[in-house]
């Protein structure tokens, strides 16, 4: 009988990384959660998995729990744009000095490879689309700015130490477990509790500002075959996205009810993501469309 293998998910506690556990601990490995339950449930970890609440900012804490592991796939993070424009500190203790201990752990604990969880928001407002991974970087706020940081420490250690990295730029993560009030798919999960209470559907701006939707299930896939590929290894950024836009507007008529339009904010226009890379590198693609992936969120 073969060996299980130790997988750390760190931030396994939270949106996508909820269902990036139950997917592993399904086909039988050793899952370890590292999580602080600031944003995560306990209630939304698999159990078979194992839980550690520790915080990712105290390196001594997390690195006998990453010792020895397969693979790590890091996902904690401050995922709030906003947040990081108020308290960029804050935010860049988390997302920048968190993943610097989460790589040191990986590389002295001889772990084979990091999976990333990056940000699209890397890419800030561009002219040219759809965004390829060589689409210069130009992040709108700290988060973003933290995220791509944190790309680079990933192709830095597998440069200098030889730790195999690979970097999934997400566009809008939307699905099960999401959080109404969370940073990831905000709109999407918005909109639901919006309808849900019989509330008019919140649009900043115009609405005709698009997103590239992804289902979380396509997400969980895109990094299980990320920690297999033998294509990758030394930190290459490949977006994960749809591959197509969609207006606010659109989505807002996918989930049904009145509209209500104020006041614009600073955000990209228009973002789509260019999967080519993440095709050819991991043979993934998206298999849900935003139609089916909407109505099952409604229902």
């Not at 308290?87 to 002295?108: D, I, Q």
């Not at 706020?141 to 250690?157: A, D, H, M, T």
């Not at 080519?276 to 969120?297: K, M, Q, T």
Request: proline share 5%; hydrophobic share 35%.
């Amino acid at each position: 009988m073969p060996t299980k293998k130790k997988m750390v998910v760190t931030g396994g506690a939270g949106f996508i990384g909820s269902n990036l556990v139950e997917a592993l601990v399904a086909r039988g490995d050793d899952v370890h959660v590292i999580d602080n339950l600031e944003a995560g449930k306990r209630e939304q970890v698999d159990p078979g998995a194992t839980l550690h609440e520790v915080d990712i900012r105290e390196y001594e804490s997390i690195a006998p729990i990453i010792a020895g592991a397969d693979t790590v796939f890091h996902l904690a993070a401050l995922p709030r744009v906003q947040y990081s424009i108020e308290y960029p500190r804050e935010s860049n203790e988390v997302n920048v000095t968190g993943t610097l201990n989460v790589l040191t752990a990986a590389k002295e604990g001889g772990v084979r490879r990091v999976v990333y969880s990056a940000s699209s928001s890397a890419y800030g407002n561009q002219e040219h689309l759809p965004l390829t991974e060589t689409t210069p970087i130009d992040p709108l706020s700290p988060y973003g700015l933290q995220k791509y940081i944190g790309e680079e420490y990933c192709r830095l250690f597998s440069c200098v130490y030889n730790l195999e990295t690979v970097a999934l730029r997400y566009f809008n993560v939307y699905g099960k477990n999401q959080d109404p009030e969370g940073a990831y798919a905000l709109v999407i999960g918005r909109f639901l509790k919006q309808r849900a209470m019989g509330e008019s559907l919140t649009i900043t701006g115009d609405g005709e500002q698009t997103r590239d939707f992804v289902n979380v299930r396509d997400v969980v896939q895109a990094n299980v075959l990320a920690s297999e590929s033998t294509k990758v290894g030394k930190g290459e950024p490949i977006n994960i996205g749809s591959g197509e836009e969609c207006t606010i507007n659109r989505l807002a008529g996918l989930i049904g009810g009145d509209v209500l339009h104020i006041e614009p904010r600073l955000e990209p226009r228009r973002t789509c993501a260019d999967i080519s890379r993440a095709r050819d590198l991991l043979g993934w693609a998206p298999a849900v469309r935003l139609e089916d992936g909407i109505v099952e969120l409604v229902s």
